[in-house]
């Protein structure tokens, strides 16, 4: 990896966590927004400390379900272990929200005007390592022969731009739809629980990375779970998705 002036590189921790790597599940769990960290050198992206915490730094809730479900499942699952911020792991590199310059309503002066070199350095240090290690894995398992399904696991605001959201769960495909119908009907049969198709966003190839890169680009069934953040704010309430999804997905 190059170095950059400036960063210090004691302060950058390995870009994914594997959890659960031998997991004889036929799913593979990604969870690319677990982390808000963002190392000290950054200086928070010019954002103050409350900022950092809210979901326009992370996906809040989605790593603790992530490692409950993989170990229900027994399943692997990759973590990322970077705020979004710094660069987004489901973002195609050439997306603009790769490195957003703005959030939300949020304006991230840490991502105004970047040099290459400060860029390249994120996407050396974070996106591709953390790719790689997915592709590796599925590399392996299909060398091996093993069924395989992806399911990236996600949360989302309860209102975005003032905008309310109804739905505790949404389920997101575009090819995968037997998969995707599969999962919605088992969690809508949960009492109380409203659960849509592709909301609050749809798979979108300009804008979205595992799913068509790590999935359909392989001929593997995938889906993406976004759930409801403020329906996580709890380990009961989160130890309680995570055995829903089980539920729908065992």
């Not at 310059?101 to 996106?127: H, K, L, Y």
């Amino acid at each position: 990896m190059t170095s950059t002036p400036g960063i210090d590189v004691a302060e950058w921790p390995e870009p994914v966590e594997i959890v659960n790597e031998a997991g004889r599940s036929e799913i593979v769990l990604i969870c690319e927004h677990a982390s808000n960290y963002i190392p000290p050198s950054f200086d928070g992206l010019g954002l103050p400390d409350e900022e950092l915490v809210r979901h326009i730094a992370w996906d809040i809730g989605a790593e603790a379900v992530s490692r409950l479900l993989s170990e229900m499942l027994d399943s692997p699952c990759f973590l990322g272990r970077y705020s979004r911020l710094l660069i987004d792991l489901n973002r195609p590199l050439d997306s603009p929200t790769s490195i957003p310059v703005r959030s939300e309503s949020t304006a991230v002066p840490g991502n105004m005007g970047i040099t290459d070199e400060n860029r390249q350095v994120r996407i050396e240090r974070i996106f591709e390592p953390f790719q790689s290690a997915v592709e590796q894995h599925l590399d392996q398992r299909l060398a091996e022969g093993r069924s395989t399904k992806i399911v990236a696991i996600h949360s989302f605001t309860p209102v975005f731009l003032g905008i309310s959201r109804p739905w505790h769960a949404g389920i997101l495909f575009d090819r995968s739809a037997k998969f995707a119908d599969r999962t919605i009907g088992l969690l809508s049969g949960e009492t109380g629980l409203t659960v849509a198709a592709n909301v609050p966003y749809v798979i979108e190839r300009s804008s979205d990375y595992a799913i068509p890169i790590h999935g359909e680009d392989r001929g593997l069934e995938a889906i993406l779970i976004e759930l409801r953040n403020d329906l996580l704010a709890t380990s009961d309430a989160r130890h309680e998705w995570a055995e829903r999804l089980y539920r729908a997905l065992g």
